[in-house]
């Protein structure tokens, strides 16, 4: 006989996903009273941890890449020397924002993949969700990167992509959106969101909660920069993660000139920027801003919470996928159709535009890892998807990407 005990709660902990989103695609509330607003619930509490029971599929195995590489993943921490944490200790290498990158990268090593989080990620992220052996549901999605492997050598170095994800869940839930990228020959940096993220993984393994500090005021304004409390206060969704893009997308030369991982396997003129949601929107954000950047994805994302109404146009192509918005009533589909609308006439002005609806999709469905760990019953009770294999549905989203990358890099 089945458990459904397991489904009903990973339903819930799906549903409390997609409403998180779906809020913050609709009204981007400012980045710290979500953040307040989750302490109340007591999600991120150190207090009074509430964990939810979830089961994920012992079985959940990323699909095989399609690209003619296999995939490497490493971990970067890097330091923006231009935002001062002045609520840092006294030591040098304190005294600046930092970040982390997840890179997934072509490679011609073969091997075992790696887990797809740390044992001490795990360890945190189990106080949030657990399953009913009192482990991090994530243990059971099984990855094909492997970490720290040599990257591939080309002539000329490999294009990249830097992504920004959508607020409030880990940068991890993209991962298989970046395997299938660097399979095809792109060098991904995922960057992080230092304070919306439940559980952030650092380069030597361990692994840190926002909420072990209690999503304090200082320990935000000191990793978004900000030497005023009441700059901090105000900071807002216009931004985000705009800062992180522009400093990778700067430091792109450092690393290809180090001699790590990335020496001499950058192309330092094929660039695009792409994210989800809000991360959308700072890719635009980012754009606008730095001549390096080649391209743009946006993943569903209403842009003008970022962008001002008089923007200058996109000088860059880029591609727009927007999700159908299944989970919406009608009301809020109305709202985010409008929103939608102007993204899609901002784009189009640039003369260099692509844009599709994802029949079926929600808001949340561009975060694939979920939808390979669920099987397709829960996910269409859940309004992640809607008469749609989810198979075929995560296979357009990594399509339609490679195919705007090959396109854009071809020129």
Same mark, same amino acid.
């Given at each position: 006989?089945?458990?459904?005990?397991?489904?009903?709660?990973?339903?819930?902990?799906?549903?409390?996903?997609? %409403? *998180?989103?779906?809020?913050?695609?609709?009204?981007?509330? =400012?980045?710290?009273?979500?953040?307040?607003?989750?302490?109340?619930? %007591?999600? =991120?509490?150190?207090?009074?941890?509430?964990?939810?029971?979830?089961?994920?599929?012992?079985?959940?195995?990323?699909?095989?890449?399609?690209?003619?590489?296999?995939?490497?993943? #490493?971990?970067?921490?890097?330091?923006?020397?231009?935002?001062?944490?002045? +609520?840092?200790?006294?030591?040098?290498?304190?005294?600046?924002?930092?970040?982390?990158?997840?890179?997934?990268?072509?490679?011609?090593?073969?091997?075992?993949?790696? @887990?797809?989080?740390?044992?001490?990620?795990?360890?945190?992220?189990?106080?949030?969700?657990?399953?009913?052996?009192?482990?991090?549901?994530?243990?059971?999605?099984?990855?094909?990167?492997?970490?720290?492997?040599?990257? *591939?050598?080309?002539?000329?170095? =490999?294009?990249?992509?830097?992504?920004?994800?959508?607020? @409030?869940?880990?940068?991890?839930?993209?991962?298989?959106?970046?395997?299938?990228?660097?399979?095809?020959? +792109?060098?991904?940096?995922?960057?992080?969101?230092?304070?919306?993220?439940?559980?952030?993984?650092?380069?030597?393994?361990?692994?840190? @909660?926002?909420? !072990?500090?209690?999503?304090?005021?200082?320990?935000?304004?000191? &990793?978004?920069?900000?030497?005023? !409390?009441?700059?901090?206060?105000?900071?807002?969704?216009?931004? @985000?993660?705009?800062?992180?893009?522009?400093?990778?997308?700067?430091?792109?030369?450092?690393?290809?000139?180090?001699?790590?991982? =990335?020496?001499?396997?950058?192309?330092?003129?094929?660039?695009?920027?792409?994210?989800?949601?809000? %991360?959308?929107?700072?890719?635009?954000?980012?754009?606008?801003?730095? *001549?390096?950047?080649?391209?743009?994805?946006?993943?569903?994302?209403?842009?003008?919470?970022?962008?001002?109404?008089?923007?200058?146009?996109?000088?860059?192509?880029?591609?727009?996928?927007?999700?159908?918005?299944?989970?919406?009533?009608?009301?809020?589909?109305?709202?985010?159709?409008?929103?939608?609308?102007?993204?899609?006439? +901002?784009?189009?002005?640039?003369?260099?535009?692509?844009? &599709?609806?994802?029949?079926? *999709?929600?808001?949340?469905?561009?975060?694939?890892?979920?939808?390979?760990?669920?099987?397709?019953? !829960?996910?269409?009770?859940?309004?992640?998807?809607?008469?749609?294999?989810?198979?075929?549905?995560?296979? #357009?989203?990594?399509?339609?990407?490679?195919?705007?990358?090959?396109?854009?890099?071809?020129?």
């Amino acid at each position: 006989m089945k458990n459904n005990s397991g489904k009903r709660w990973t339903r819930i902990l799906v549903k409390i996903l997609i %409403g *998180a989103l779906c809020l913050g695609f609709v009204l981007f509330a =400012f980045r710290l009273e979500v953040a307040k607003v989750m302490m109340k619930l %007591g999600v =991120f509490s150190d207090s009074e941890q509430s964990t939810l029971t979830v089961n994920i599929d012992e079985d959940a195995n990323f699909p095989e890449v399609t690209g003619e590489y296999n995939v490497g993943r #490493t971990k970067l921490m890097m330091n923006d020397y231009a935002r001062y944490n002045i +609520y840092s200790p006294t030591e040098d290498e304190d005294k600046y924002v930092k970040y982390v990158v997840n890179a997934y990268y072509p490679t011609e090593d073969e091997g075992v993949p790696s @887990s797809y989080v740390s044992d001490e990620y795990n360890e945190l992220f189990k106080q949030v969700a657990a399953n009913e052996k009192g482990e991090s549901p994530l243990v059971y999605l099984k990855q094909n990167a492997i970490d720290d492997a040599k990257c *591939a050598k080309t002539d000329g170095g =490999f294009p990249v992509v830097i992504f920004a994800p959508g607020g @409030s869940w880990p940068i991890e839930l993209y991962s298989y959106l970046f395997e299938e990228m660097a399979s095809h020959g +792109y060098i991904v940096f995922a960057v992080t969101d230092p304070v919306s993220s439940p559980v952030i993984g650092l380069p030597d393994g361990s692994a840190y @909660s926002p909420a !072990q500090l209690g999503y304090s005021d200082t320990f935000i304004a000191s &990793m978004i920069g900000y030497k005023e !409390q009441k700059e901090m206060v105000n900071y807002t969704f216009d931004n @985000s993660n705009t800062f992180e893009i522009l400093h990778m997308v700067r430091s792109l030369n450092s690393l290809n000139e180090s001699e790590g991982i =990335f020496k001499d396997r950058i192309s330092l003129g094929d660039v695009v920027v792409s994210g989800h949601s809000i %991360g959308g929107a700072s890719a635009v954000n980012a754009a606008l801003k730095e *001549a390096q950047i080649d391209g743009v994805i946006i993943y569903d994302s209403y842009i003008f919470h970022v962008l001002a109404a008089d923007a200058p146009e996109l000088s860059v192509p880029s591609l727009y996928i927007e999700a159908e918005g299944i989970e919406y009533d009608e009301e809020e589909f109305k709202t985010v159709a409008t929103q939608n609308k102007q993204v899609v006439e +901002y784009i189009e002005r640039s003369g260099k535009s692509e844009h &599709m609806v994802l029949e079926g *999709a929600a808001h949340a469905s561009f975060m694939v890892d979920l939808l390979i760990g669920i099987d397709q019953e !829960q996910a269409q009770e859940d309004a992640l998807i809607k008469g749609v294999s989810k198979n075929t549905l995560i296979r #357009t989203v990594v399509d339609e990407s490679l195919m705007f990358l090959k396109e854009r890099f071809r020129e």
